[in-house]
């Protein structure tokens, strides 16, 4: 018996900035790199049954945008703080003290310590790609081995497959009634979750409103619906990470949807209401992130940009009897 070993260098990353060398953060090139990567895993029925990464940020990241692209999450990735700047030895003490259960395992990290692996598990069955890389970023080398991670030898590995994103798809396949369509995002990003908080006083139901990532016009916590999470737990993400909500009540049903366009093809958003119950105080709220506004529910019409959406802020005033 045999099982995989999957090998992916992190993405391009970004050297234009000041940051240390761990905290880098890879490029919207290197996001897509890992995409298509992640796609093509999940098409080829190659997901991997355990991830481990390099914690630094790049890697990381391309860990987590491989994964979620081939339906996985966030939270199935394991980190291990010595596969960062690991040389071929540490890398092969990781994969021994891995569990002998899973029969494939995606590790991410870094040049050179992940060529000089790839190299030595190769031996003679090493074939030199044209331009003389053998894993430049965002690259995945699949290799079949030995069925026990503590006794990999020179050469006891075969290549089955070596990818670059470069060589792939540039858009990713979106399934619809009408058949599979291709857009310039994986399929996950197109389902959102918004989230409609509210509060009532004694004039009536107020809403909060943040303002958009550009900071040019106001909106609610809305955001992509993450594999794995139900549209009601992204919704309370969002409430969280956009608004600052550490606690509310949450509605169990949708209040209804809309869709907008983004990335080149319509977006699907399923909307919640959301009372709100405790917020992070104004003087602990990064205001450089998102402002915050509460807005009575009869002039909230004239700050959202989609009639739909204030629709149904005004239906949620009507549900709750002001």
Known sequence: ?????????????????????????????GKRGAQRVGVWLQQQGHIPAYVLSSPAVRALETARKCIKAMGGTAADIRQDSRIYEASREQLLQVLAECPPEPPSLLL???????????????????????DGKLLPTATLARLQ???????????????????RPQGLPKKFPFVTEAGTEYRDRPAYYYRQSAVIPYRICKDGVEILLVSSSSGRHWVVPKGIQEPGMSPQDSAAKEAREEAGILSGELGQQALGDYSYSKWGSPCQVQVYSMQVKQMVPDSD???????????????????????????????LARQVGV
């Open 1 to 29: 018996m045999s099982r995989e070993l999957l090998l992916l260098r992190h993405g391009k990353s970004d050297w234009n900035n000041d940051l240390e060398d761990f905290y880098r953060p890879i490029k919207d090139r």
């Open 145 to 163: 081995l030995p069925d026990d991670w503590t006794r990999l030898g020179p050469g006891s590995a075969s290549l089955l497959d070596c990818i």
């Open 108 to 130: 991410v990290g870094h040049n050179p310590g992940l060529e000089e692996l790839l190299v030595w598990l190769l031996g003679d069955d090493l074939r030199l790609p044209e």
């Open 285 to 315: 709220w990064d205001s450089g992130y998102r402002r915050r506004k509460w807005v009575s529910s009869d002039k909230v019409a004239g700050f959202l940009k989609q009639p739909e959406l204030a629709e149904l802020a005004l239906r």
